[in-house]
């Protein structure tokens, strides 16, 4: 049992969601191990958003079944989503910081507050992790005072902060100037190095060409084609695929 949960740490099986009456997520099924760094791409409009909202129970899923560390979440029943979510964390395109906190308090406030646990701790905790992200020399900054790329290594360790035990980034670094866009890329390639388990929306496709350990393309909320980054790029089965990477490479 415990050999399967580390297999297939996540395990999506048909999973199908909806806007509305509009279906724009159909019949997903994947498989993540632990340590496992899994790009999703595709066209705007694809689903992949919807797909990590749907996980953390934004959106219910409408048919199907998701597995977290072999037990089934039940997004119906709101001890087993609270305990679902707890295990993933997300950051977005937008950082939302509060902007009235240090770079330390923003990081801090979620388990001091959420998970009453003492201040002193988890501002050292805090500190940590935003050493880990490059931004030691800034933790009394506020979100004024940091760039976009400093900001947004404050939202991925404000997400650490949570110990998460899988960790959604939905194309965190497509509202930076691309001269930015390097230090947070070297952010993620560091925490895919220490084994951080991963499901990566990004249109960065020399990173998730390097970084990710599968790639999943969508198309129209379906899951196209999965393969190596290799299988991917150079390899494409489906005309969809080949469409889409003549477009973005
Ligand atoms: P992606 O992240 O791949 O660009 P999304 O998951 O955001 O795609 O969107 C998938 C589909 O769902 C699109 O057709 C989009 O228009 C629709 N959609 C997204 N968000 C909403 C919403 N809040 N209400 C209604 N439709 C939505
Ligand atoms: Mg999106």
């Not at 072999?70 to 295990?87: F, H, N, P, V």
């Not at 990566?200 to 129209?220: K, L, N, P």
């Amino acid at each position: 049992m415990e050999r399967e949960a580390q297999l297939s740490f996540l395990e999506l099986q048909g999973v199908s969601a909806n806007y509305g009456r509009q279906e724009v997520l159909t019949d997903v099924s994947v498989s993540i191990a632990k340590g496992e760094v899994v790009a999703l791409i595709g066209p705007s409009g694809s689903g992949k958003s919807t797909l990590l909202r749907t996980l953390i129970g934004l959106n219910k899923p409408t048919r199907g079944t998701v597995r977290l560390a072999g037990e089934t979440i039940g997004y119906d029943q709101a001890k087993s989503l609270r305990r679902a979510r707890e295990q993933f964390a997300i950051v977005f395109q937008q950082y939302n910081l509060f902007q009235n906190m240090t770079a330390l308090r923003n990081v801090a406030i979620a388990p001091q507050i959420v998970k009453k646990r003492p201040k002193a701790e988890v501002e050292a905790e805090a500190a940590k992790l935003l050493e880990r992200v490059g931004l030691g020399a800034k933790l009394g900054a506020y979100p004024d005072e940091l760039s976009g790329g400093q900001q947004q290594r404050v939202a991925i360790a404000r997400a650490l902060a949570q110990h998460p035990a899988i960790l959604l980034l939905d194309e965190i670094t497509a509202a930076l100037d691309p001269e930015l866009v390097t230090e947070v890329l070297d952010t993620i390639r560091g925490l895919a190095a220490e084994g951080m388990t991963m499901l990566v929306v990004s249109h960065e496709m020399a990173f998730v060409r390097e970084v990710a350990t599968r790639v999943i393309f969508m198309d129209r909320g379906r899951i196209v084609e999965t393969g190596s980054p290799k299988d991917i790029f150079e390899n494409p089965q489906t005309e969809r695929l080949r469409d889409f990477t003549a477009k973005i490479l």
